[in-house]
C-alpha cells in the first residue's frame, strides 16, 4: 500500500493528464460525423455458386460515419469534407438508437431478398418460396406495449400469423381494446401484450408491421455482411451483381459502383448521403457510378465542384441500368 501511496505522490502530474487524455479521446457526444467513404467489392459480401469470373466488378457505395467524441468532434472542423450530424436525426422521434439500427437489419435482410427476387425474375431463374415473416418494424411511443422493433410475430390473441395482410385485417376490425401478441425475441418466445389508444378520435394500436419474404435459388446465393453494415441502400447494385453472374457479363471490364433501394418491381428509389458515396467511388477509381435519379442532381454538383472524371448515371429502375451497360 505504501508503495502504490508513493507512485501516486511521485507521478500524479502524469496521472491526471492521462485522465484527461482518456477524457479527451473517449467522452461520447451526441453526434455522429459524417465523411467520404468508399466502395465494398460485392464478391465479398455476396456469394453465387458456381460463379464465372469477370474482368469488370460491381462495388457497393457507403458513406464512413462514427461515432462523436470530443477529439473527432473538434478535428471535424479541421476537414473539409466532415459533416456532423446529431445522432437524434438518424432516428424517428422519441425512438432509441437501438431500435433504429434493428429496423436497418430488417432493412438490408429485405433488400437482400428482393435483390434475389428481381435478378432471378429478369434473368428468367427459377425462384421457391422458402419462408415467410412477420416483424414489429416501429412501435409509437403512445403504444401501451413491451413489444419491441425486430419481435417475430407468431401469433395474435388465437390467430396465427402467416401474411401481412391478415395481421393488419384483424387489427382494423377488431373490437378488443388489447391485443395479446405471442413473439420471438432473442430465439426465446414470449408472450406480450399490446393496449389500443385514441387518436384524433380514431382507435389506433401504434404499431408498424415488416413482411418478410424468404426465398431460395438455384444456383443457392449465400450473403455475408458483417454485424455493423445495415440498410436498404446497397439494392439496385446487388441486384446487378447477382443478375450479372446469372447471364452475359455485362460488367466488360468496368468497376461499377453506385447506390439506390430496389423493390419488388424493379423501382430505383432515393437514398441520402449520396454526396460523400460519389466522393468514396471517386477515390477508389470507379468507372461508373449509378445512381436513383432523385438524387442525380446533388451528384453532378459534387461531380462539378470537384472535377471528377467519374461517369455518374442516373436510374430510375434496374433495367434501365442493365439497357445502359449493355450499350456501353
Given at each position: 500500500m505504501n508503495r502504490i501511496k508513493k507512485?501516486?505522490?511521485?507521478?500524479?502530474?502524469?496521472?491526471?493528464?492521462?485522465?484527461?487524455?482518456?477524457?479527451?479521446?473517449?467522452f461520447p457526444l451526441p453526434y455522429y460525423i459524417e465523411m467520404p467513404g468508399g466502395v465494398i467489392d460485392i464478391k465479398d459480401r455476396i456469394k453465387i455458386e458456381n460463379q464465372d469470373k469477370f474482368q469488370g466488378n460491381f462495388y457497393l457505395s457507403y458513406v464512413s460515419t462514427v461515432d462523436g467524441n470530443v477529439i473527432n468532434f473538434l478535428f471535424s472542423f479541421l476537414m473539409k469534407d466532415a459533416k456532423r450530424v446529431k445522432k437524434e436525426e438518424f432516428v424517428i422521434e422519441n425512438e432509441s438508437i437501438e431500435e433504429s439500427n434493428?429496423?436497418?437489419?430488417?432493412?438490408?435482410?429485405?433488400?437482400?431478398?428482393?435483390?434475389?427476387?428481381?435478378?432471378?425474375?429478369?434473368a428468367l431463374k427459377k425462384i421457391n418460396l422458402k419462408d415467410s415473416k412477420v416483424y414489429i418494424y416501429y412501435v409509437d411511443e403512445s403504444t401501451n406495449t413491451n413489444l419491441e422493433v425486430g419481435d417475430e410475430v407468431i401469433k395474435v390473441d388465437d390467430m396465427d400469423v402467416t401474411d401481412l395482410d391478415s395481421l393488419v385485417d384483424y387489427v382494423k376490425k377488431t373490437d378488443k381494446n388489447e391485443l395479446n401478441f405471442t413473439i420471438l425475441r432473442d430465439g426465446?418466445?414470449?408472450?406480450?401484450?399490446?393496449?389500443?389508444?385514441?387518436?384524433?378520435?380514431?382507435?389506433?394500436?401504434?404499431?408498424?408491421?415488416?413482411?418478410?419474404?424468404?426465398?431460395?435459388?438455384?444456383?443457392?446465393?449465400?450473403f455475408n455482411f458483417k454485424k455493423e453494415e445495415s440498410g436498404p441502400s446497397?439494392?439496385?447494385?446487388?441486384?446487378?451483381?447477382?443478375?450479372?453472374?446469372?447471364?452475359?457479363?455485362?460488367t466488360k471490364g468496368k468497376k461499377i459502383a453506385g447506390t439506390g433501394t430496389i423493390d419488388l418491381n424493379?423501382?430505383?428509389?432515393?437514398?441520402?448521403?449520396?454526396?460523400?458515396?460519389?466522393?468514396?467511388?471517386?477515390k477508389k477509381k470507379m468507372d461508373i457510378f449509378f445512381v436513383p435519379k432523385d438524387n442525380y442532381k446533388e451528384a453532378m454538383q459534387v461531380k462539378k465542384e470537384k472535377k471528377y472524371k467519374l461517369?455518374?448515371?442516373?436510374?430510375?429502375?434496374?433495367?434501365?441500368?442493365?439497357?445502359?451497360l449493355k450499350k456501353m
Open positions: 507512485f501516486i505522490k511521485e507521478n500524479w502530474k502524469f496521472i491526471i493528464f492521462y485522465i484527461m487524455l482518456f477524457f479527451i479521446f473517449t434493428k429496423r436497418s437489419k430488417l432493412m438490408l435482410s429485405d433488400a437482400n431478398q428482393i435483390a434475389l427476387y428481381v435478378a432471378y425474375k429478369k426465446k418466445k414470449l408472450n406480450e401484450k399490446a393496449t389500443f389508444t385514441l387518436k384524433d378520435g380514431e382507435k389506433m394500436l401504434g404499431i408498424a408491421f415488416h413482411y418478410y419474404i424468404e426465398i431460395t435459388t438455384n444456383p443457392k446465393v449465400t446497397g439494392g439496385l447494385m446487388m441486384t446487378l451483381a447477382i443478375y450479372n453472374q446469372l447471364g452475359k457479363d455485362i424493379g423501382n430505383v428509389g432515393e437514398i441520402d448521403g449520396v454526396k460523400y458515396k460519389v466522393m468514396g467511388a471517386n461517369k455518374i448515371v442516373p436510374v430510375e429502375t434496374f433495367d434501365e441500368a442493365v439497357d445502359y
